[in-house]
C-alpha cells in the first residue's frame, strides 16, 4: 500500500489549484483526431449554461440519471515508460470525455472538451506559480488539465489513483463549462472568510464527488479492484484534510462521505453539495 499512500498524498494537493485559477489558451497534447468527439449539438437543441445559485443547486445536469458508460478501457500502465504513461492519460481524458459530452447532450447544455497538456516539469501556468506537490491543474480561463508526470510516477504508476486525480481536476471542468461556478466565483468574491471556506469545500467536494461517478461506470473497465477503492476512501477519511488547515477541502470524513455516495449511485444527481446542509459539506 505505500505506492497508493504516495499516489493519494500527491492527488490531494492537486485540487487547491484545480479551484482557484484562470488563465490563457494552450495547445493539447493530442491531436483532435486523438481525441474523442462530443456528439454534434445545435443552437435549436441547447440552451445557454445557467447562472446564479440555480446554476449550482438545481442544475440541469442533476437530472440527467447515471453517467454514461464510456466503456473505458485504457490499457495497461507499465513501470518506466513516459510514452505509456501519456498514452494513458489522453486516453482516461478521451473516456472523460465521452461520458460526459453524453451527459451534456442528455442535458441539452453546450459541451466543450479540455485541454490537456502533459508535462514533465513543473513550470508557471497561466493561472500563476505551479503548486508545491501538485501532480495536476486545471485552470478555467483556458480550459486546460495540466498533467505531470514525474520519475517517482514512472517507477511506481498507480493507476486508479492517476485515474482518480484526473477524474477530479475534470469534474471542475464540468463546474465551470455547466455554469456551476457562474454561481461559485461572485459568491465567493461578496463571502466572508467563514463562507469563502464553506463554498470552497462545496466546490471541492463536488468535484470529487463527480471523479467518484466516473470511476463507478469504469470499475469492470480500468478495472477497479474493490479493495483498492476501499483503501482510496479509507485513506481519504483519515488524511484528506492533513494538507489544508483552513479547511477549503472538507474534513476527510466529509471527503469520504461525497466519495462513497457519487461512487454508490454513478449519477451527478448525487453530487448536489450546493444544496447540501453545512453539516455535509464540513
Not at 71 to 90: D, E, I, Q, V
Not at 136 to 162: E, H, N, W
Request: proline residues 6%.
Amino acid at each position: 500500500m505505500r505506492k497508493l499512500t504516495t499516489v493519494l498524498a500527491t492527488g490531494v494537493l492537486v485540487s487547491l489549484v484545480g479551484v482557484g485559477t484562470a488563465s490563457a489558451q494552450t495547445e493539447p497534447v493530442a491531436s483532435s483526431g486523438q481525441q474523442a468527439q462530443a456528439p454534434a449539438q445545435t443552437a435549436q437543441t441547447l440552451a445557454a449554461p445557467p447562472r446564479g445559485r440555480t446554476a449550482a443547486t438545481a442544475n440541469p445536469l442533476y437530472r440527467t440519471g447515471t453517467l454514461a458508460d464510456s466503456h473505458c478501457s485504457p490499457g495497461g500502465l507499465p513501470k518506466g515508460s513516459t510514452a505509456a504513461y501519456k498514452r494513458f492519460l489522453t486516453r482516461v481524458t478521451n473516456c472523460l470525455n465521452a461520458s460526459w459530452s453524453t451527459q451534456f447532450r442528455k442535458a441539452k447544455l453546450p459541451f466543450s472538451k479540455p485541454r490537456l497538456r502533459i508535462i514533465t516539469r513543473k513550470l508557471r501556468t497561466p493561472c500563476g506559480p505551479w503548486s508545491p506537490g501538485a501532480d495536476g491543474i486545471y485552470c478555467s480561463t483556458d480550459r486546460t488539465m495540466y498533467m505531470l508526470v514525474t520519475k517517482t510516477q514512472l517507477r511506481d504508476p498507480f493507476a486508479l489513483g492517476i485515474t482518480r486525480l484526473m477524474a477530479h481536476e475534470y469534474g471542475h471542468h464540468v463546474q465551470n463549462i455547466s455554469g456551476i461556478w457562474s454561481y461559485y466565483w461572485p459568491a465567493r468574491a461578496r463571502a466572508s472568510k467563514a463562507g469563502q471556506l464553506q463554498l470552497s469545500r462545496r466546490s471541492e467536494l463536488q468535484a470529487e464527488c463527480f471523479s467518484s461517478v466516473f470511476m463507478r461506470t469504469i470499475e469492470d473497465t480500468l478495472p477497479i479492484d474493490p479493495a483498492q477503492w476501499d483503501y482510496t476512501v479509507d485513506w481519504f477519511r483519515k488524511n484528506g484534510a492533513k494538507a489544508w488547515p483552513q479547511n477549503d477541502h472538507g474534513k476527510g470524513s466529509s471527503q469520504a462521505f461525497w466519495m462513497n455516495r457519487g461512487y454508490g449511485s454513478a449519477s451527478p444527481g448525487s453530487c448536489n453539495t450546493w444544496a447540501a446542509s453545512a453539516r455535509a459539506v464540513a
